[in-house]
């Protein structure tokens, strides 16, 4: 069964930047398109951004464009989500999500979970 796995959550400063990551042992992400979601603290789950199998990206919150970069790492197979310029506002549970494509209505696997605070 797919299972992923986060990692790189933590506190930062406003301006700041902080590195997810995003894997599933046993399994090739390059079979999945791969999701970024977040969840901010009384709010519903949102999408960020996605790359497909085609390493295309799209993005689903324009607040984070310039400042959020998703990325796969194919020989490492690993998916990462590459945050600067860090705002209070980005405080939320950041998951990632393995779907067929990119914003499928219900992608195959969640991660558990990752948590970004920006506080001063």
């Known amino acids: 069964q797919l299972q992923l796995v986060e990692s790189g959550g933590g506190l930062v400063q406003p301006g700041g930047s902080l590195r997810l990551s995003c894997t599933a042992p046993?399994?090739?992400?390059?079979?999945?398109?791969m999701s970024w979601f977040r969840q901010a603290p009384g709010k519903k789950l949102t999408g960020i951004t996605c790359?497909?199998?085609?390493?295309?990206?799209?993005f689903h919150d324009d607040s984070v464009k310039g400042r959020f970069t998703i990325t796969r790492d194919s020989a490492k197979n690993m998916v990462y989500l590459q945050m600067n310029s860090l705002k209070p506002e980005d405080t939320a549970v950041y998951y990632c999500?393995?779907?067929?494509?990119?914003?499928?209505?219900?992608?195959?696997?969640w991660g558990q979970g990752a948590d970004v605070t920006v506080s001063s």
């Open positions: 790359i497909n199998m085609r390493d295309e990206i799209t």
């Open positions: 999500a393995a779907e067929s494509s990119c914003w499928a209505d219900q992608p195959d696997a």
């Open positions: 046993g399994f090739n992400l390059d079979s999945y398109a």
